[in-house]
C-alpha cells in the first residue's frame, strides 16, 4: 500500500527530542523552544513567533486577540477544514462564507465586499494547498472597511505571494505542525504569527493561561497574576525540539517535495490533454510549496468509483472538505452570503494524491499507473 501522507522525519529529530527528554526543563518555552521561535522571528521578519500547541490553538488566540465576541461577523470560503471558523465561533462569531475560485480553491476576493455588514470584524483567507490568496485585493479592502486580516496559512509555511512570506502580510498569520503538514513538531502543533505590534504584549499573556508570567521572567514585573482571558497554549519542549530537526532541514524537505509536485504534474499531463482530468494550475504570483497535489476528475460519482479504484490496487488518495456551510454546525453558526457556484461542486471533484517528504519516484509511478488504467479500462 502506498500511504496518503508520512509524518516528516529528516534524522536529527531523535537526537534533540533525547536530549530535551534528559534535560531539567520539558515544559513550554525551553531551550530548543527558544531556538525554533528565533528562528522564525528571523526568517519571517515578523514581530512575534509564537509556538503554539496547535493551528487552531492559535486562531483562536487570534480571535482573542481582535475581541470577538457574540454578533460580530468573520468573512472566510466555506471549502476549508473545520478550525478556521471553530476558532472564532467559540467566541460566538457568526461566520459568513463566500465562495471560492475554481481554480485555485481560495477565496474569491471579489465577492467579499458584498458581504460585509456593519457587524463585520475581520477576513480570514485561507491558502489552500499553499497557494496564496489574493492579499493585494483583501488588504485593500481590509483597510478601507477597517477590518482585520488573519491569515490561516496552516498549510503555507515557505510559501510566498508577490515575494511576501505566506502568514506575514495580515494583522496576524498561522502555520500548523500537524503531522499532514510539511513540518511538524511531533504530530501536533502551531505557530502564530504577530506582524502588528499592537497584539504582541497581550499575545503573551493569553498563551500564558491569562497571566504575565512573561514579562515577569522578562524582570518588568516584580510578580505575576492573573490579569485577562488566556488558556494553556504553550507546547512541551519535547515537541520543540522535533521542530527544531525539522527547522534545519526546512529547504531540504521543501526541494524534496516540489520535486514529486512536479513529477506529477509532468506524468499527468497526458490524461489532462485527453480529457480525463485537471492538474492543478501554476501561478506566476504565488510559489507555493508542493503542500499537496490534487487533480480533478468529473463529478462526485467517478470521484468515488476511482478512490476504491486506486484502494484495490494499492494506493491511498483522500478526498475533502465537505463545504462548512453544508454541515450540521455550519448551518447553526453561519450562512453563505451570495451564490455557491464552485464550492460545492468543485469540491466534489477533488481528490489528493500521496504526498509527503520521501515518497519516492517509483510510488508516484505506480500512483499515476493505476490511475492511468482506471480511465483507460
Ligand atoms: C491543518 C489545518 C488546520 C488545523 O491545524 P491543527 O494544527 O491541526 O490545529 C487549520 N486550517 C487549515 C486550512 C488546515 O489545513
Not at 468573512?75 to 472564532?88: D, E, G
Not at 490568496?133 to 503555507?156: N, P, S, W
Not at 524582570?219 to 504553550?234: E, I
Not at 454541515?327 to 464552485?342: I, L, R, V
Amino acid at each position: 500500500m502506498i500511504p496518503f501522507n508520512k509524518p516528516p522525519y529528516t534524522g536529527n529529530e531523535e537526537k534533540y527530542v533525547l536530549e530535551a527528554m534528559r534535560s531539567s526543563h520539558i515544559a513550554g518555552d525551553g531551550m530548543f523552544a527558544l531556538k525554533c521561535q528565533e528562528w522564525f522571528e528571523k526568517r519571517l521578519m515578523c514581530h512575534n513567533a509564537l509556538f503554539i500547541t496547535s493551528c487552531t490553538h492559535a486562531l483562536e488566540m487570534a480571535a482573542m486577540l481582535i475581541d470577538i465576541g457574540p454578533g460580530d461577523e468573520v468573512i472566510m470560503p466555506s471549502f476549508t477544514f473545520v478550525s478556521t471558523a471553530n476558532a472564532f465561533v467559540v467566541r460566538g462569531a457568526r461566520i459568513v462564507f463566500v465562495d471560492i475560485h475554481p481554480d485555485t480553491m481560495n477565496i474569491d476576493e471579489t465577492l467579499i465586499e458584498a458581504a460585509i455588514t456593519e457587524r463585520t470584524k475581520a477576513i480570514v483567507p485561507v491558502h489552500y494547498a499553499g497557494v496564496g490568496c489574493e492579499m493585494d485585493a483583501i488588504t485593500e479592502i481590509a483597510e478601507r472597511y477597517g477590518l482585520f486580516v488573519i491569515e490561516d496559512a496552516a498549510q503555507g509555511m515557505t510559501s510566498t505571494y508577490k515575494g511576501k512570506i505566506l502568514g506575514t502580510i495580515g494583522h496576524m498569520g498561522t502555520y500548523s505542525f500537524h503531522e499532514t503538514k510539511n513540518y511538524t513538531s511531533g504530530g501536533e502543533g502551531g505557530l502564530l504569527i504577530i506582524n502588528d505590534e499592537r497584539f504582541a504584549e497581550r499575545a503573551d499573556i493569553i498563551r500564558e493561561k491569562g497571566t504575565n508570567r512573561m514579562q515577569f521572567f522578562r524582570g518588568q514585573v516584580d510578580k505575576y497574576s492573573w490579569v485577562d482571558l488566556g488558556s494553556s497554549y504553550l507546547p512541551s519542549e519535547l515537541q520543540a525540539a522535533y521542530l527544531w530537526g525539522q527547522l534545519e532541514n526546512v529547504d531540504k524537505i521543501r526541494q524534496a517535495r516540489l520535486k514529486n509536485w512536479h513529477y506529477y504534474y509532468e506524468m499527468l499531463a497526458d490524461l489532462e490533454s485527453k480529457g480525463f482530468l485537471e492538474r492543478p494550475q501554476l501561478r506566476d504570483d504565488a510559489e507555493h510549496n508542493a503542500h499537496m497535489f490534487y487533480i480533478k476528475i468529473k463529478d462526485l460519482k467517478e470521484r468515488t468509483a476511482l478512490l476504491s479504484f486506486l484502494k484495490e490496487n494499492g494506493v491511498l488518495a483522500v478526498f475533502h472538505y465537505v463545504p462548512l456551510h453544508d454541515s450540521p454546525a455550519g448551518k447553526k453558526f453561519s450562512y453563505f452570503h451570495g451564490k455557491d457556484n464552485f464550492t460545492s461542486s468543485q469540491s466534489d471533484r477533488l481528490i489528493r494524491l500521496p504526498m509527503y517528504y520521501g515518497l519516492t519516484q517509483n510510488e508516484q509511478g505506480k500512483v499515476v499507473e493505476a490511475i492511468s488504467r482506471y480511465f483507460m479500462q
